[in-house]
């Protein structure tokens, strides 16, 4: 068995080598040949014709099975397939010498000659499935990787946290209802100051430490223009045009921007971000200004923050209240962080004073408003957790890294 | 601004502990920036009675006493001072006691002898910066008391933030005032000791000719004083609210100023000559300030005169000449109500900040003028002797902010806080001075003179709220709106998705900065006060903030950079300025790092035309880049304008290296700007049906010359393939062995593809050859 195994995998080789579909045809009938006469029942002249037909058939059987399952590829069956079984094949030559059978043993011999077709056709499919679960496996193997390896990945971008801060909290009034406004950077005097309530002599103008521009004015009395302290003025250009469009309140605004202060240290940056809101209607009250506030400061900080408004004095508010939230880091126990007072102050606001609607042209005493303006920088430096100012401008890609990671 | 609790006390008996004052202050609108305890540290120094007095038998300077603290036994204590004596009393640090030096007291032996405590100086007790020997305390002094309650040492200082409307709390009384009207106690106001008036003593002669500006004016002559420091008292009180004694005139004013509200100043009598004048000041009249500063004023500049010079800036600082000096024996008092706004405005223009300026500005109680004067004659009198002569007025100070009455609406009021007033807030109204009156829903309310803030029924509403608290005010949302949602700008968003860091940079560069990528065109806007001269100019470019953070950061060890930011630039224009709205781009250093699979690489010119292709594709919109050689701090030969449409929306290139290494960049450095103002709104996609039948793919390689660019190449290609030509791109370019001197081999690949019909060999080949004859004709390019 094993030297004809070996011999027919040899003849296979050689049918692989060929290459082309003749030139396998005109291998195996050679080889066929001779096998048929070594079994040759003339040759040995002992069997009836049929018997040693069903012997031939046998051999032929056992010989195929073991061919099969020595197979090494899904090809070399596809081959033993067409050389056993094709219209050329063994058992077609076999069937040949039915011809030479009385016609009453004929169907005999067909019959077995059916039944060694199916078996053989039945172990061929099965050891087709067998070698193709084998190769899949072997490929398998081939290809299996160390999945800990890192990816290949550029590394990713990341938000500017004060964009992120920025982001948040738009979206948060957004969805109040606030429309998103913008404004100019270089101001004049009458946007930034006057029409907020603050006339030139206001000692709260002093407190601005505002930027002036060289040899850039405005208007016929040659008014300086500025880079603008807060983003309150965009409460004043947003409401003329508003009122320009739609003659009356409602209105209700966000305006996210830049703003800058003459004023560098440990915790001032002359240049720093600003989210002005502000809305007016009839009968705004202080109660609506709290409100809203603490749907704000609570959805921002993503907790139930308490607020505490405290009477302060601003130009453009009457009353004007400072808004603590309960420290983040304490829970309102006191820390260092809020120098144990268990409240941190995290903006301004109040109700607009008449002069900034009169400015405007709104009047006071049919529309009431409330406005507050809030710092971005400290915002996200409580919410994150970060301890100085000046990491937001020194931009340090390990900082930006690891603050852009978003939840 | 810094309260002593004790001074607050002298107005108004409050009971309460500092912390609990703090809070009421807080409420009533007067920020507590620190509640400082300078003198809490004392704890465990009692009052100590020496029962003997023996020499140390081993130490000429010490001697070994004594001490009765009210013990069963008397300490024996070592002591090194001399000017104690049997029956003295004295400060005794017991064990245990830390004193405000940091020194802890332990029982010890000096020189072999037991010490259990020690006798202090005032040094010793943090109460002088020297003193000569032991504090000898008042021979009626409890023994065993602790000192610091004895001495009423324990102070609690507020340092409060006074808003810019209250000029009236910026002193004791005011601020005593409030607290008083709030709590329902008595205030008890400090009238001044009566003076008796001198005839000898002229009146000083005074004219106003600036009346708008200085409504009130008062001055008295004192003569004869002997001019000696300020008790100490008055010293370590001017010392915890925050000032530094100066002489004993000055101090006094201080005091006065501090404690009622009403800046003064002093003259040498001696140094002025003739009557005194309160005028607006000629344009460049001189003024040599109390701080050595030589000024010369403004027209408008309101000043206090003599016959030949300005004696004060009124309302903000004296003359240095005409100062209270050592020596003087002759003084003048001024006080005065200045025009607040006027003080402001002139003090800003010198930028000069004065305790007195401070109150001016913020508006003074006109009716505190003469009694201040009163107090500080009465003070000054009583301290350092001298006469004083009849008070020289002009001006009527009750005429000041007099009979000011505002009406109002109760319910408009109410619905602007959004809660009830009670009737029970007007009583503490009036006891903050209001006169109020309610007729139904009308509300009258007539506003004392020094409550100059209010003068509208919105600054009722603040007075109101301020009595109730906020925390009464409930929290409500309002009804809300809603609005149709904003397109929010994704600039930033979408170039961080491509793998940049996002940055934020100051608006402000410095000028040499602004010159590296703009041309001098005199259109820079400069500021008239910078920070410093590196924040000097508005930005028109972003880049030199990117490359100044990629120098920090690749000062930092970082292999490589990929930076963007979206900002403005600013710039002049014939509206006056422009503000443009730019997204800009740096790449520098490795963009991939060594890797298992790959080696580190450098970013070059397409890694960053690359992100902003992806950019613009992400908005519906594609980049033309045309070669230019022009762009100022780009290196020529790999620079290009970005054209979308018919616009030129940016720029793109690399950084001149002699540029770069002025940042310390010795890596190819690339930049990119997008002007988001000029970029044309991408066209929203619209459904095409996908193609159904195969395309056709066919590669030919040409030789061009160098310098053919790849987009016309392209252009020429798509216009020669004809209406099936669906996409044509470079897949190999190549100029190595096997290609001649002078020319480059690409390789192009293009898809022909038909909607209705499979394409035949027929149809490429004719595609082909349609392009091979117009690489010909168009470049000169023939099939390698
Ligand atoms: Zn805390």
């Known amino acids: 068995m094993k030297s004809k195994a070996g011999l027919f995998t040899q003849s296979c080789l050689l049918v692989f080598q060929g290459l082309s579909l003749q030139k396998q045809a005109a291998v195996f009938p050679a080889y066929d040949r001779e096998k048929s006469q070594k079994l040759s029942p003339k040759g040995f002249g002992i069997m009836s014709e049929i018997d040693a037909l069903k012997a031939q058939l046998e051999s032929l059987q056992s010989e195929a099975l073991a061919a099969f399952s020595a197979a090494g590829d899904s090809a070399a069956l596809q081959q033993l397939r067409v050389h056993y079984l094709g219209k050329k094949g063994a058992l077609t030559e076999v069937l040949k010498g039915v011809g030479k059978l009385p016609p009453q043993e004929r169907p005999v011999i067909g019959q077995h000659v059916n039944l060694a077709k199916a078996t053989l056709s039945a172990a061929l499919d099965e050891c087709e499935a067998e070698l193709a679960l084998k190769g899949k496996a072997a490929r398998i193997e081939a290809e299996r990787l160390d999945v800990t390896l890192p990816g290949r990945n550029k590394s990713p971008g990341a938000l500017h946290p004060v964009q992120q801060g920025l982001d948040e909290i738009t979206a948060i009034f957004a969805q109040m209802g606030f429309a998103v406004a913008e404004g100019p950077e270089i101001e004049d005097e009458f946007h930034n100051f006057d029409a907020l309530n603050i006339p030139p002599e206001h000692p709260a103008r002093a407190m601005h430490d505002t930027f002036f521009l060289k040899e850039l004015t405005h208007g016929d009395d040659a008014e300086p223009m500025l880079l603008r302290t807060h983003t309150s003025p965009v409460q004043i250009r947003t409401m003329k045009r508003f009122l320009a469009e739609n003659g009356e309140p409602p209105l209700a605004v966000v305006a996210p921007g830049r703003v800058y202060r003459c004023d560098y240290d440990v915790t001032h940056s002359p240049m720093f971000h600003q989210v002005e809101v502000f809305k007016v209607d009839r009968d705004v009250s202080m109660a609506h200004l709290k409100g809203v506030l603490k749907h704000f400061l609570s959805t921002y900080f993503e907790k139930d923050v308490g607020i505490r408004l405290r009477p302060h004095y601003f130009p453009f508010t009457e009353p004007s209240a400072e808004v603590d939230i309960s420290c983040v880091f304490c829970a309102g126990k006191g820390c260092r962080i809020c120098k144990g007072s268990g409240w941190i102050e995290v903006l301004g606001s109040g109700m607009i004073h008449p002069n900034v609607l009169r400015s405007v042209g709104v009047d006071s005493s049919e529309f009431s408003g409330f406005a507050f303006g809030l710092g971005v920088e400290r915002l996200v430096m409580l919410k994150q957790g970060i301890p100085d100012l000046r990491l937001f401008f020194e931009n340090d890609v390990r900082f930006l890294r690891r603050m852009g990671v978003s939840k | ?784």
């Not at chain 2, 259990?116 to 020997?133: H, I, K, N, P, R």
């Not at chain 2, 004023?297 to 010079?309: E, I, Q």
């Not at chain 2, 690339?670 to 459904?687: R, S, Y």
């Open chain 2, 1 to 784: 601004m810094k309260i002593p609790f004790s001074w607050l006390k002298t107005y108004v008996s409050l009971t309460a502990t500092p912390a609990q004052i703090a809070d009421d202050l807080v409420r009533l609108g007067h920020e507590v920036e620190a509640v400082e305890l300078p003198r809490a540290a004392v704890k465990g120094v009692r009052v100590g009675l020496i029962t003997s007095k023996m020499p140390h038998p081993d130490a000429d300077k010490l001697s070994l006493l004594k001490v009765e603290i009210g013990e069963a036994e008397a300490l024996d204590i070592v002591c090194g001072a001399s000017n104690m004596g049997e029956g003295d009393k004295v400060p005794v640090a017991t064990i245990g006691t830390s004193l405000p030096g940091g020194l802890v007291i332990k029982k010890g032996k000096i020189r072999g002898e037991v010490s259990c405590g020690m006798c202090c100086s005032e040094v010793e007790l943090g109460l002088a910066d020297e003193s000569a020997g032991l504090l000898i305390l008042p021979a009626d002094a409890p023994v065993g008391a602790e000192v610091g309650e004895y001495l009423a040492l324990e102070e609690a200082v507020f340092d409060l933030s006074i808003t810019p409307n209250r000029g009236d709390c910026m002193n004791a009384r005011g601020i005593a005032r409030d607290l008083a009207a709030d709590a329902g106690l008595p205030f008890t106001d400090v009238t001044p000791a009566a003076v008796a008036i001198d005839a000898a003593v002229a009146t000083p002669s005074v004219t106003v000719t600036a009346a708008q500006d200085c409504p009130v004016y008062m001055a008295r002559a004192i003569n004869g004083i002997s001019l000696a420091d300020s008790p100490e008292w008055m010293q370590a009180a001017l010392i915890m609210a925050g000032m530094r004694p100066v002489n004993g005139v000055v101090d006094v004013l201080n005091y006065v100023m501090l404690t009622m509200g009403q800046p003064m100043h002093a003259f040498d009598a001696d140094k002025l000559s003739g009557d005194i004048a309160i005028r607006a000041a000629a344009s460049g009249e001189a003024f040599a300030a109390l701080d050595g500063r030589e000024l010369k004023l403004h027209a408008g500049d309101l000043v206090v005169c003599d016959d030949s010079s300005v004696i004060a800036l009124a309302g903000i600082m004296g003359s240095e000449p005409s100062g209270v000096s050592d020596v003087t024996t002759n003084i003048v008092l001024e006080s005065a109500f200045f025009r607040p706004a006027r003080v402001s405005e002139t003090r800003r223009t010198y930028a000069m900040v004065s305790e007195a300026s401070m109150r001016f500005e913020r508006g003074v109680d006109p009716l505190m003028v003469a009694t201040a004067m009163g107090q500080a004659t009465a003070m000054i009198i009583d301290l350092f002797g001298g006469s004083a002569g009849e008070i020289a007025v002009c001006g009527d100070a009750t005429a000041i902010n007099a009979d000011r009455t505002v009406l109002c609406s109760l319910s408009r009021l109410e619905s602007r806080l959004g809660v009830e007033i009670p009737q029970a807030t007007d009583e503490v109204l009036a006891r903050m001075g209001f006169t109020l009156s309610r007729q139904g829903d009308a509300l009258e309310v007539t506003v004392p003179s020094f409550r100059h803030d209010v003068s509208i029924p919105e600054d009722l509403s603040e007075e109101y709220a301020r009595v109730i608290g906020f925390d009464a005010i409930p929290t409500l949302l309002p009804p809300l709106a809603t609005t149709a949602p904003a397109k929010t700008d994704r600039s930033i968003h979408d170039a961080v998705a491509g793998g940049f860091l996002q940055v934020v940079t100051y608006a402000f560069i410095s000028a040499g900065e602004q010159r590296l990528f703009v041309a001098d065109d005199g259109l820079d806007i400069a500021l008239a006060n910078p920070i410093s001269d590196a924040m000097s100019v508005m930005r028109r470019s972003v880049w030199p903030g990117l490359l100044n953070t990629a120098k920090r950061n690749l000062n930092r060890q970082q292999p490589g950079v990929a930076l963007a930011e979206q900002g403005r630039t600013y710039v002049r224009s014939d509206r006056g300025h422009d503000e443009e709205n730019v997204l800009a781009w740096l790449m520098t250093g490795e963009v991939e790092s060594d890797q298992w699979y790959g080696h580190a690489r450098a970013a070059d010119f397409f890694d960053l035309k690359g992100a902003v292709d992806g950019w613009l594709a992400l908005r519906g919109l594609s980049g033309r880049f045309i070669a230019d050689d022009s762009i100022l701090g780009l290196q020529a030969g790999q620079s290009a304008k970005i054209m979308v449409g018919r616009v030129e929306a940016g720029r793109i290139g690399r950084v001149d290296a002699d540029l770069a290494d002025q940042f310390d960049i010795d890596a190819p450095v690339f930049v990119a700007e997008i002007n988001l103002d000029l970029l044309p709104t991408g066209k929203q996609a619209k459904f095409v049906p996908l193609a159904e039948f195969p395309g056709v793919e066919r590669d030919l390689v040409f030789l061009f010359d160098r310098g053919a660019a790849s987009d016309a190449i392209l252009n020429a290609i798509r216009s020669a393939g004809g209406k099936l030509l669906t996409e044509a791109r470079i897949f190999d370019l190549y100029d190595g062995k096997g290609v001649p001197e002078g020319k480059v081999s690409l390789g192009i690949r293009f898809t022909l593809q038909d909607g209705k019909r499979t394409l035949t060999q027929a149809d490429s080949d004719a595609a082909s050859s349609a392009i091979i004859a117009a690489m010909d004709k168009r470049f000169g390019a023939a099939l390698r």
